[in-house]
């Protein structure tokens, strides 16, 4: 028997790897490992999601007009600029089979986001890993990449699994230093916590440029990771194709309603700034007293490097963690091999993680 045959490269592709939520022999665990709100969906969502479940049976509306107004009021954006998706990952991976195929190339940083080359492969381009600055992208990195077979560059910022950032001035200069005809992406899910004062929406050079596309996402601050509704902020010609190309109804039901009420809901997002903020600083700076680095952060996590003398490496450090329920973010690729990343959770499980390698540290050092 003949199979059909996929298209090459495609068994190339290497999965991108979750985080674990479970752990055997606990009921609950201290999941810290996949960037979700430890607040949860604001109430005013969980309602307007819940009314809308027995009308399940029906299709959604074709006109996102109301979540388009409801996005531009709140950023202060052109309406007709925004498109949306299954999540950022989906529009990500639109773009990318848009304006990349066989025979051009995609450039990332090499320790950016996992599925950057994902979805340059996916659309039978080049990957092209460029280096950046002790995890930090470097705007010199990357356009000391560059070919005339470049179509696309792909930045996050703020940046996962790092938590660092480009000021605006920089991703300002990126843009003005590649070539014409190459379209930037910056990956904006964790923008809302940027607080750093260098920090500057990418969708500012939106407006100015037709060249450059951000994304954005609810999955983070809003708390509506399981619904999957991303939307980017593009030059009316890219939308265009984003709408022609995409699902015939990119937001379902529920994930629409819910996402507008979380609009709306801004105390909600309030008290999950707050919260983050608070544990952030307290995080860091405890593990920063047990001698572990801290990777500057403005997202809801921190990187964190660890020693890895005297039983002190992060293998030992997750297995302890995971002894006690705690799952921290370990990624299974060389250069992050002494690396951890953490979410920060409510209080209870953040206070439990930092007793945990609290004891690990010294037991490790003693």
């Known amino acids: 028997m003949s199979r059909p045959a996929p298209r090459p490269g495609l068994r190339d592709i290497d999965y991108y790897m979750v985080g674990i939520a479970k752990l055997p022999g606990f009921d609950r665990v201290f999941k810290l490992s996949s960037n979700e709100s430890p607040l949860g969906a604001s109430p005013r969502a969980l309602e307007a999601a819940g009314k809308v ?95 005339d077979r470049t179509k696309v560059v792909i930045v996050a910022n703020p940046d996962n699994p790092s938590g660092t950032h480009l000021s605006g001035a920089e991703v300002r200069r990126l843009r003005d230093k590649l070539p014409a005809g190459v379209l930037l992406i910056v990956d904006a899910a964790y ?42 902020y593009a030059p009316p010609e890219v939308i265009d194709l984003l709408n022609r190309t995409g699902p015939s109804f990119p937001v379902n039901l529920v994930a629409k309603a819910a996402g507008l009420a979380a609009l709306a ?20 700076d405890a593990l920063r007293d047990m001698g572990l680095v801290v990777y500057p ?59 945990a390698l609290g004891q690990f540290m010294s037991g490790n050092r003693g």
């Not at 916590?193 to 809003?222: H, I």
């Not at 105390?267 to 999950?272: C, G, K, L």
């Not at 890895?308 to 293998?315: H, I, M, Q, R, Y």
């Open 53 to 147: 479940l027995e009308n399940m049976h029906r299709y959604p509306e074709v006109d996102m007009e109301r979540l388009q107004e409801a996005l531009a009021v709140r950023f202060g954006l052109e309406p007709g600029r925004i498109a949306f998706g299954a999540g950022s990952d989906d529009l990500l991976a639109r773009l990318v089979q848009t304006y990349a195929g066989p025979g051009d190339e995609v450039i990332h940083s090499a320790h950016a986001y996992m599925q950057f080359p994902i979805y340059a492969a996916t659309a039978g381009a080049h990957p092209v890993a460029a280096p950046d600055d002790d995890f930090r992208h470097s705007v010199d990195g990357i356009l000391g990449c560059v070919t």
């Open 191 to 232: 923008e809302e916590y940027a607080a750093a004062n260098d920090y500057e929406s990418g969708t500012a050079l939106v407006a100015e440029r037709d060249d450059v596309v951000v994304t954005r996402t609810f999955s983070k601050v809003f708390g509506l990771a399981g619904l999957r509704v991303g939307w980017c």
């Open 265 to 284: 809901d801004r105390a909600h997002m309030e008290a999950v700034l707050a919260h983050n903020a608070k544990w952030l600083r307290r995080f860091s």
């Open 297 to 355: 952060s403005q997202t809801n996590f921190v990187l964190v490097r660890f020693p890895g003398s005297d039983g002190t490496s992060a293998l030992a450090a997750d297995r302890a963690l995971q002894s006690q329920g705690i799952i921290a973010r370990r990624f299974a690729v060389p250069d992050f091999e002494d690396k951890l990343r953490f979410t920060m959770g409510l209080d209870d499980e953040m206070e439990a993680a930092i007793a």
